[in-house]
């Protein structure tokens, strides 16, 4: 039986990478917060209770030119409203017996990339895999932007550009392993990047402004999921156990 600590050590380790791919990232928010007006702890501060890349760069963007509290909140609804997508894919992966405030707990580490590791952990998931992946990825995430405020005018434009890219390096490293052990995984994989590719084009193409990268992803998300479960359904274990004991019954 696998302990808490054990689940929270593997949690650790898968954790890591992420946190390393967000520092270099919030490092080049931590700029824009400053350049917005935002001290360097009210940056730290807002990456640690957001932890979203794409909603605090459109909240620092918005609080630059001095938007109202209206937009603001709109826009992080958009943007951010994909996690409760994830939040809800997650929640039938933890066991039944997972207390509320567990599950709140998960709740607010969920980003892309921590979805993107707990989705692939077989079975269900233990909260104590979320705690482990959080505590490395959001010190992290908050100590980039931190320093970014305090040190990123040391740095040249060049340079900040290019930390970015290690987030990119990240979601390869979540999406190839499991694309490599399954074809239709590789097939949705390449599905999804070839849809949001072209939904990007036509949308910038239409001068359709009103439908932001939040719902962009939230469509193809619904769209494609859908088409795989009806596709390509999952079996569960006493469908398995069915299958297999009709193979036997006429293998007999």
């Given at each position: 039986m696998t302990t808490r600590k054990t689940w929270f050590l593997r949690g650790v380790r898968d954790g890591i990478p992420i946190a390393i791919g967000y520092f270099a990232v919030a490092f080049a928010l931590g700029i824009k917060a400053t350049m917005a007006g935002l001290t360097a702890w009210q940056s730290a501060l807002l990456s640690f209770l957001n932890v979203t890349s794409a909603g605090e760069a459109a909240g620092i963007a918005l609080l630059g030119v001095g938007t109202t509290y209206v937009e603001l909140a709109f826009t992080q609804l958009v943007i951010n409203i994909r996690y409760l997508l994830m939040?809800?894919?997650?929640?039938?992966?933890?066991?039944?017996?997972?207390?509320?405030?567990?599950?709140?707990?998960?709740?607010?580490?969920?980003?892309?990339?921590i979805f993107g590791i707990s989705a692939a952990v077989e079975d269900k998931l233990s909260p104590y895999y979320s705690y482990g992946a959080i505590s490395v990825a959001v010190p992290g995430w908050t100590l980039g932007t931190l320093l970014g405020a305090v040190m990123g005018n040391i740095l040249p434009a060049r340079a900040v550009g290019a930390l970015g890219v290690a987030l990119y390096a990240m979601f390869l490293a979540i999406i190839l392993p499991p694309a490599r052990k399954s074809r239709i995984i590789a097939g949705l994989v390449a599905v999804s990047m070839a849809a949001s590719a072209l939904l990007t084009y036509l949308c910038a193409k239409l001068s359709l402004t009103w439908f932001t990268e939040g719902f962009r992803i939230i469509a193809l998300t619904i769209l494609i999921s859908a088409a795989a479960a009806i596709l390509f359904p999952i079996k569960d274990e006493a469908e398995r156990s069915c299958a297999e004991g009709e193979v036997a019954e006429h293998g007999q």
């Open positions: 939040s809800c894919s997650l929640s039938q992966k933890l066991a039944p017996e997972t207390g509320f405030l567990h599950r709140l707990l998960v709740g607010y580490g969920v980003t892309d990339e």
